[in-house]
């Protein structure tokens, strides 16, 4: 069942029955794929607003979903709608509802979407594609439904889209345009419709795909409601309920979920322990272990609702060798309204009169007893806010709004068909490290002129930037208040223009799980190399406020730096030896020194297949040391040419390795006296 091998589906791809050999060697071959020509310095640009907003293109279509897809190339969806960017299929020309968005050239190209991906979910997979699922019915124009019998009496479906709520549509990136979405067939179809599922990846690289109506509305009922999750690859166990789905109806789609660390994923006996997941929705918040199908009750969540439509801005927070790896879910905003009478159909009040919360709260799933603790406040109450990493290991908080919920209908409520008002032009910096009452920060940012409500989408990049677009809260494409966005900006972290970290070895094009580490090289002779961390960086599949998959993990390194020369060796470890706590896939990786990250480099996770993961114990790493060429360790050989071990110092704040080695000699001490 669950621990078998799992095998895409003939027709969508194959598992390789042939040697490991020749697996590994087409698993380089696609991680390289991802990868530049090598290191390169991002140039310094004066001209950009640094801890602000550019716009610096045009999406093509509204971005109510963005991932990233290659370095250089996202990839954008949107609902089936009016929008001016066409495409023409067999010699009929219609609007286009997805697009490639090049960000060398700040340029969408048309790409064809068959089935109505309106609040679809998406995930990458252990071989790099992406896979995107459900959606809603096909639609004609002002999103009547095509089957409408009173607003759309004839059945017309001039937009000729096919319906998507079963739908599965896979992508392989690429960068020269050759590549395209693959939909249809027994392989590309989910077992059951699923409007605003939430997906969520697995350790052998397969995900598991939860909840989500039949049709859009509002809210969930339980006439709409799945109550279920099914896997893909698909298995034979199809639909599996869950209780957890049904109690907390109407307040349950797009349920937010996580893999946790727990349950090491590890081959025992043929065996595999897949984890624990951890689901909030409503109130209610569970552990649930998907090998026995239990649900573990945990403390009601605080304050507020935090899924749609509260919509709070919801991530895992970085793990990192500090942290012991220990998985922490931070939540901010969302909303205390009531949504009891509620329905599909509408919010049956007035809920843009309704302020957002601003409260955030942190919680330890895998703690033996779990509580959710208050963190800092908000700046301001805020729905539909997005939490994004930065390379740094802070995080980016932009869009949403301060009044009301996600969702739009047309009650008349307030400006336009938007649930939300009041949108919230000011981004922040959140540092998960910083003392309590400090962490949320704005010196020296600045507000975008763009509203980000309903429908908006943010990412992070290779150059450390974010990525935003979208904001469409109407059932159509509008130009009137609040209009459909296709304007797409980047904001810069303050760092952006610092000298970044040049990388002269490279970075590897893969990492394992376990096995001997690796070495990172770089020359600064400035640099503290105490404060050098390698960050792995998942930056997921962006839709209503959250990354899908969205993850960040810090390896563990040692390292020697000739203080003569300012060359540095970090010693690096693979991945620790646990999937669960960053699932097989394509990611992006950073040195961060001091503070600065270099430019990110694509690369592949796990075994580049979907299949139960090799495990190795973590290699013992050196221990951290300053050395000095050319000073000789004898004094009876003084033409001689050595490496010198330096001072231990109690800078040094990785808990890996062992301390720095002693030497003698008030030259070299003085030479290492900065750190």
């Known amino acids: ?43 310094r640009d004066d001209d950009v607003p640094l801890g602000g907003f550019e716009i610096v293109g045009d999406s093509g279509v509204s971005a109510q979903m963005m991932f990233l897809g290659t370095k250089d190339t996202v990839y954008i969806l949107d609902k089936t709608e009016n929008n001016s960017m066409t495409i023409t299929t067999n010699g009929v020309e219609h609007p286009a509802w997805g697009t490639s968005y090049d960000l060398t050239t700040n340029t969408a190209t048309a790409m064809e979407v068959t089935s109505n991906t309106f609040c679809a979910g998406g ?11 459900g959606g809603n019915q096909p639609v004609t124009y002002n999103g009547t439904a ?6 759309n009496p004839t059945g017309a479906n001039p937009y000729d889209d096919a319906d998507g709520g079963a739908a599965i549509r896979m992508l392989t990136p690429c960068d020269d345009g050759s590549c395209g979405w693959e939909e249809g067939g027994t392989a590309l179809t989910m077992s059951s419709k699923r409007w605003y599922p939430t997906v969520e990846g697995l350790a052998d690289g397969s995900v598991i795909v939860l909840g989500g109506d039949g049709n859009g509305g509002y809210v969930s009922t339980f006439a709409q409601n799945n109550p279920t999750y099914e896997y893909w690859p698909k298995q034979a166990s199809a639909n599996i309920t869950m209780s957890f789905l049904n109690e907390t109806v109407p307040v349950n789609l797009f349920p ?40 573990i009750a945990l403390p009601d969540m605080p304050y507020a609702q935090r899924v749609y439509p509260a919509s709070a801005a919801a991530v895992m927070l970085p793990l990192t060798p500090v942290n012991n790896y220990t998985a922490t879910v931070l939540f901010c905003g969302g909303s205390a309204l009531y949504l009891g009478n509620s329905t599909d159909g509408g919010a049956g009040y007035n809920v843009t009169a309704v302020e957002a919360d601003d409260s955030c709260v942190r919680i330890n799933p895998d703690d033996d007893e779990p509580e959710y603790i ?12 997005q939490l994004i990493y930065l390379p740094d290991g802070t995080l980016w908080l932009g869009n949403g709004v301060g009044m009301g919920t996600a969702g739009y209908g047309n009650e008349k409520l307030s400006i336009g068909q938007s649930y939300g008002q009041d949108p919230v032009y000011m981004p922040a910096v959140y540092d998960p490290n910083a003392p309590a009452g400090s962490r949320f920060n704005r010196d020296g940012l600045s507000a975008s002129t763009e509203e980000r409500m309903y429908h908006s989408t943010a990412i992070l990049l290779a150059d450390g930037a974010v990525l935003v677009s979208g904001s469409n809260p109407n059932a159509d494409v509008v130009t009137t208040q609040w209009a459909t966005k296709y304007s797409v900006e980047k904001w810069y972290p303050l760092w952006y223009n610092e000298p970044r970290p040049v990388v ?39 839709t209503h406020g959250m990354n899908f998959g ?14 003569s020369t300012g060359d540095v060796t970090l010693f690096v470890s693979q991945m620790p030896p646990n999937p669960n706590l960053f699932v097989p896939g394509p990611a992006m990786i950073f040195l961060v020194l001091d503070g600065i990250p270099s430019e990110g480099e694509m690369i592949l996770i796990g ?55 002693l030497v003698a000699g008030a030259a070299l001490a003085a030479l290492i006296a900065r750190f």
């Open 1 to 43: 069942m669950f621990c078998s091998l799992l095998v895409l589906a003939a027709g969508v791809a194959s598992a390789s029955a042939s040697p490991s050999y020749d697996r590994h060697a087409r698993h380089r071959e696609l991680a390289r794929s991802f990868n530049g020509d090598g290191p390169s310095q991002l140039r």
């Open 123 to 133: 995930f990458s997979l252990a071989n790099g594609s992406w896979v995107v699922f």
């Open 146 to 151: 095509v089957d409408d019998k009173t607003y």
């Open 256 to 295: 937010l979920t996580w893999l946790l660390p727990s349950g090491a994923c590890l081959a025992v006996k043929n065996k595999l322990t897949p984890g624990k997941l951890f689901l909030q929705a409503a109130y209610k918040s569970i552990l649930y272990d998907m090998d026995t199908q239990e649900e």
């Open 374 to 385: 208050d963190d800092d406040d908000l700046p301001e109450a805020r729905s539909m806010g």
């Open 504 to 542: 002269t070895s490279g970075f590897p094009s893969s990492l394992s799980y376990g096995g001997a580490y690796w070495n990172l090289t770089f020359t600064n002779a400035t640099a503290d190399p105490t404060t050098a961390k390698v960050a792995v960086i998942r930056t997921g599949f962006s």
């Open 550 to 563: 969205q993850r960040y993990l810090e390896l563990e390194t040692s390292f020697t730096m000739d203080q």
């Open 607 to 661: 075994s580049g297949e979907i299949e139960t993961q090799t495990t190795d114990d973590a290699a013992a790493l050196p221990a951290s040391q300053m050395v000095v060429s050319g000073v000789s360790s004898n004094a009876t050989d003084a033409g001689s040419s050595s490496t010198t071990s330096a001072a231990s110092t109690s800078g040094v704040r990785r808990t890996v390795g062992a301390p720095l080695a």
